[in-house]
């Protein structure tokens, strides 16, 4: 959480003992590299197709978001049932896509963690099954690195030494990558992840699931101003709480309807998501400025926020800051950003076995 | 015809290659890890023993449960996966099925009984014909108590076998006409689900890939707790 110095970091030769370092194995074909990629750790089914490092043959996202829709939010045993179901009709439709046999792969590389367990080993189960058969390398892939090298898909300039945002559904985190591979975690939300936060506020609101995007549209045409939410500035360091916010937002609603007053949802919609937005570009532009980094990113579901991405980019030009946050498509969850994490896995000559299993838990540093 | 059976609904996670030849290597594992690490080494290490490599399979066999639902996923998407991947059919057979194929030579009605945890058991009744098993219920999920009532009510003899039997033996016991298997059935096996997928395979009775799923019985909490709440805002 707070390794400063580099002896404080720790790479993946470190998180995973089960991975080998081959020497250089594809030399100068590298554009040329074809890998499968597979993510199950949400409600998503996804199976891609990457050549070379940037270029998405084929992007395929089987979601199980309208299952989830009446309880008001992902539940793990209808996604792990709907995965069961999805998962060979996306690789196939991948393969379809992009005009290519599973025995054109060079490559399979697998979301092993973090995620729902139940969710997770179906994706993990089928990647090992796959990389058995064609007997090519496995790459054991963590989700929230997957979110950072998405940048990479729309931007080939994108690359290290960056400090960045992984804001979805499920987490919000502030990250320093000084190299490849090698990751600092510098914040954490200590509550809801930022997703989180919008789902349980539109739910307030009434506006169903996910919330992030009908926060987004609502907020349009509201007025950030009109209401003063706190901003959960932790005094120490990096770190992120919403669970106040949406406190905040509950009793204005209370207090509202007290007194009889009328809600503007747009406003409580511009003025909520100003707070949450504010709070994370504010940090991640000091993290910036103080470890003397000029590549920012923004990545995860929550990255594709207009607000967001307004603010973040405004801030940015101030600071001479280089923004970079991936198209919607590769913000929400999808397997081609887990196939390009692969690829820079692959090239720097990192394998794995058929004995890989799915984590949880799995940390980015 | 060269078959892998794959059974992984209970805590036993197992592995079989065959054909109508006969069983040519066979592992089960009962602890440890869990399927989702056991299951493609075992796979690759019963290949390397017998001499074979996946482009000798002509088909895929899967144990569909009921059983432990991780389990279950982790069996049936490696079938599923290697039977695309090697553009082969699969077949999926009831987990309850298999362990009574394997005791089948038994006057006694024959109840598979599986642990489904939450004080619950999965079973089923069986009975022998020439050549095999015929079922004679419904797969039927429930407490150990409505297994007695379901025994008590039918007044035949019983053989009772699986783990979910020798768990709750003790209540069990109390059933006049009730004999026990041994331990060393207390699971279902690849083995038995290669010898039952064979025919289904020389008929080219197969499951369609991407609909073959396993065989929960039970929904998620999530949707029973919703459907009582829908239940009680209608009243
Ligand atoms: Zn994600």
Known sequence: ???????????????????????????????????????????????????????????????????????????????????VQAVNPAIAEAL???????????????????????????????????????????????????HIYANFLDHPNFGPPAVGLIVSGGHTLLVHMPAHGLYEVLGETLDDAAGEAF????????????????????????????????????????????????????????????????????????????????????????????????????????????????????????????????????????????????????????????SISADPNLHLA | MLVLGIETSTPAASVTIGSEQGIIASSLVTRGAGPGDFLLPAIEFLMEQSGLSYRNLSAIAVGLGPGLFTGMRVGVATAKTLAQALSVPIVGASSLDLLAFDVRYSDKLICPVFDAKRKE???????????????????????????????????????????????????LERVDKVEFGSMAYAFPRAASLVELALPRLFMEDYDRLFDIEPHYMRRSDAEINWERSMQRKNR
């Open chain 1, 1 to 83: 959480m707070n390794g400063e110095t580099a002896a404080g970091l720790l790479s993946e030769f470190d998180l995973e003992t089960q991975t080998e370092v081959l020497p250089d194995p594809v030399g100068s074909n590298q554009d040329e590299l074809l890998v499968l990629g597979i993510e199950t750790s949400c409600d998503e089914t996804c199976a891609a197709i990457l050549r070379g490092k940037d270029n998405v043959l084929a992007n395929v996202i089987s979601s199980s978001a309208d299952l989830h829709a009446r309880y008001g939010g992902v539940v793990p045993e209808v996604a792990s049932r709907a995965h």
């Open chain 2, 121 to 171: 058991v999965f079973f089923a009744f069986y009975r022998q014909v020439p050549g095999g098993i015929t079922r004679e219920s419904s797969y039927m999920v429930g407490s150990p108590e409505r297994l007695m009532a379901e025994i008590q009510g039918s007044g035949e003899d019983f053989l009772l076998v699986g783990n979910g039997a020798l768990l709750y033996r003790d209540p």
């Open chain 1, 96 to 146: 379809r896509r992009a005009d290519l046999t599973l025995w054109d792969m060079n490559a399979v590389a697998v979301t092993v963690g973090p995620g729902l367990v139940g969710s997770l080993v179906v994706g993990v189960a089928a990647a090992k099954a796959l990389a058995s058969v064609l007997e090519v390398p496995l790459l054991p892939i963590n989700h929230l690195e997957a």
């Open chain 1, 199 to 354: 789902d349980k506020v539109a739910r307030y609101l009434g506006l169903g699931f996910p919330g992030g995007p009908a926060i987004d549209q609502m907020a349009l045409g509201g007025n950030k101003r009109a209401i003063d939410f706190p901003r959960a500035v932790l005094h120490k360091g990096y770190d992120f709480s919403f669970s106040g916010l949406k406190t905040a937002v509950q009793d204005y609603l209370r207090k509202q309807e007290k007194q009889g007053k009328e809600v503007k949802l747009e406003d409580v919609c511009a003025s909520f998501q100003e707070a949450v937005v504010d709070v994370q570009v504010t940090k991640t532009i000091k993290a910036a400025q103080s470890l003397g980094v000029s590549t920012v990113f923004v990545s995860g579901g929550v990255a594709s926020n207009s607000r967001l991405r307004e603010l973040m980019s405004a801030m940015c030009a101030e600071n001479d800051l280089k923004l970079h946050y991936p198209s919607p498509e590769y913000c929400t969850d999808n397997a081609a950003m887990v196939a390009c994490c692969g690829h820079f896995r692959y090239i720097r000559g990192i394998r794995a076995d058929s």
